[in-house]
Each structure stands twice: as C-alpha cells, then as structure tokens.
C-alpha cells in the first residue's frame, strides 16, 4: 500500500489538547449495531502518550472515531494525545487507578509490571511492525497473562524492527563501548549486552537528550526519526536488524469502566479493535518507510553493518534471552513456551 493511501485511510485528523469524538450530530440517522443513542452518552477518556501528529495517534483518534460511529453516536471518547492526561511511564496505573478509562502507551515503561510481556520485546530479529503486532496479539490470545487481569485488554499493537541512531558513527561494536544510549525497558539489556551505557527515558524526553548531548545515541524504530524528529538530531543509522527488537504497546481500558458498558457496546469496542491491530501494524511500517526518507532528507548517513559484524551483535545479546527465561521460571512462568512461539511465527514470516 502507498503511503498516501494509508494517510488517506487514517485520515486528516489536528488535535489541540483533547479531541472530542462520538458526538450524536456524527451518527447516521439509520439503525446501528448497537442501537440508537438514548439520553446521555457514555463519556470515555483516552490518554495517548503520541503526540497528536504521529501516525498512531492519529490510528488511535480512528478508532476512536469508528467506535463512536458503531455505537450511533451512543459513545463519546475524549482523547488526550501528547501525555496531556497521564505521562507515558504513568499512563497503565493511570487506568487501573481511574485517571483515564483508556490507555495507550509502552510495556516497556512500566519495567517488571510485565515479565511474560517482556519477552515481548527481545531482540529477535522482528522483520516489520505488521509481523511485530500480529505476534503480540496472538500471544496475548494463546497466554492470557495474569499480569493484565486488572484490566480489559482492548488490543496491543508493536513496531517494526529496532536499529541504533547515533550523533557518532558506529560500524563496530567497539564502536559502542561507553556511548550514551537512550533505552527502556530490555533494550536496556541489549545496550549493555553491546558494550554501551543505556539511559533510560520515555520517547518524548528523547530529542532534547539527543540534542543536549544527554545521550549520544537512541535504540528506536526508523519512524521514530520522523515521528518524534530525532531525525533532526543525531547523525547516522546503524542498519542493526539482525538484533531488530520491538515495543509492544497496550491500548486498555478500566476494568470498572469496562463492567459498566452495555454488552452490545462492548461487542463494538471488541469488534473494532480487532480491526484496528492490523491498522496499526501497517501504519508503523508506512511510518518506517517515512522516516527512511526523512532521513534520507536530511543528508542523514546509513551505515549497514557486514554480516560478520551483524553475526557479532546477535551472539552478543543472547544472554539478554537467557535473562529473561532465567526470570520466568523463577516466577514459575512459561517464558520458554512463550519465547519458542514467539520465534516460530518470526520464521514463519521469513518465509
């Protein structure tokens, strides 16, 4: 697909502060899947750590939008994009405390909340977002992690492969010892698997640590160079695939706000979510092909790595595996089932 049909698809959508969405004046006047609004909607809020002109919170606003259009104009979902309602690392206890009724944001900020989901994002050589989140959700279906049970998992979606962006360049891991990394959760691990010292921040802290000199480099997909900017500030990408690691994300509502809903409109809310997974894992692939041309743009250097070198970094971070099934059993939990399936359907998608 074009890019300018995916954006098409998503749509034109500006946002200052909170959009609102599902008002009845949008509904169509004809029966809906769930029924005709009946006095007061259901007011929903929805906390967004992307800022508002990044292609998944312009997914995210969407889906909103759809959910609203099912239920006849009986739901209305206010979006806060940017962290504007809950902070990034805050945005999943956000949810389970009431905050909002909704939230999007990173597994990975919320480091040892998720042990079995961690594994989620390992350095496996994850060939794009659309395999990334395919994966993610299926795991979620077959394992049903009792780490989510305080809330109602709506759909996660996880980016295209990971790859270092650096003010300095990087042809050898020798080239990593002591550099400045910016990373979450166990791409932490992996940094220091490669000889680097990791900084960990969420994404919206990280153009003004690159540009500060805070840090020298970030793990990140390639549309994170456009969609966060940092494009702007760092100097090279290092073509590190073989290592491609993801960030499964979650988008979750409150358990209580959950149980409240009409059972027609949770169908809607199931019903559209598992639509929108897909929509997201393409939208992160259209997006990584956006930040290649941005940075492309910017006269930006890639540097891909030998296979001999590539060979170097995949050895290096095994024991980043190695930890995380250590720490599954010892929490008597099937990390290597889990890990095995996990690397099957990457093959699979190589095929």
């Known amino acids: 697909m074009k890019r300018n049909s995916w954006l098409g698809i998503l749509g034109a959508v500006s946002l200052t502060g909170a959009t609102i969405l599902g008002l009845t004046g949008c509904k169509d006047q004809g029966t809906t899947p769930a029924g005709a609004p009946a006095g007061d909607p259901i007011n929903i809020t929805y906390s967004v750590f992307f800022p508002p002109t990044h292609v998944q919170c312009i997914a995210a606003t969407n889906w909103a939008a759809e959910i609203a259009k099912r ?60 395999t990334a989140t395919r994966i993610a959700n299926a795991m979620i279906e077959k394992y049903k992690p009792e780490e989510l049970k305080g809330v109602q998992t709506l759909y996660v979606h996880a980016h295209g492969p990971g790859i270092l962006a650096s003010k300095k360049a990087v042809k050898t891991m020798d080239d990593l010892k002591g550099l400045k990394v910016r990373a979450t959760g166990l791409s932490k691990s992996i940094v220091e698997a490669l000889g680097g010292t990791p900084v960990a921040m969420p994404q919206p802290e990280t153009y003004e640590a690159l540009a500060k000199g805070v840090v020298e480099a970030t793990l990140c997909p390639v549309e994170t ?127």
């Open 71 to 130: 239920t006849g104009g009986r739901v209305k979902i206010t979006v806060y994009p940017a962290g504007s309602l809950t902070k990034a690392d805050q945005c999943y206890q956000g949810v389970l405390d009431g905050i909002s009724d909704l939230g999007m944001s990173c597994f990975a900020y919320s480091r040892g909340r998720f042990p079995l989901l961690e594994g989620l994002d390992l350095p496996l050589g994850y060939p794009n977002g659309a």
């Open 225 to 351: 160079l456009k969609g966060w900017k940092q494009g702007e500030v760092i100097q090279y990408v290092i073509d590190s695939k073989a290592i491609g690691y993801t960030t499964a994300m979650f988008v979750v509502m409150n358990k209580d706000k959950w149980a409240k809903l009409p059972v027609d409109v949770q169908k809607v809310f199931t019903d559209v979510s598992k639509e929108w997974a897909a929509k997201h894992g393409a939208a992160w692939d259209e997006a990584d092909k956006a930040g290649q041309e941005f940075v492309a743009g910017l006269k930006k250097e890639t540097i891909t790595l030998p296979d001999a070198e590539q060979a170097k970094w995949k050895e290096a971070v095994k024991p980043v595996l190695d930890a995380f099934l250590k720490q599954a059993k010892e929490k008597n939990l099937p990390g290597e089932a889990f890990l095995q399936d996990i690397q099957a359907e990457i093959a699979k998608a190589g095929k």
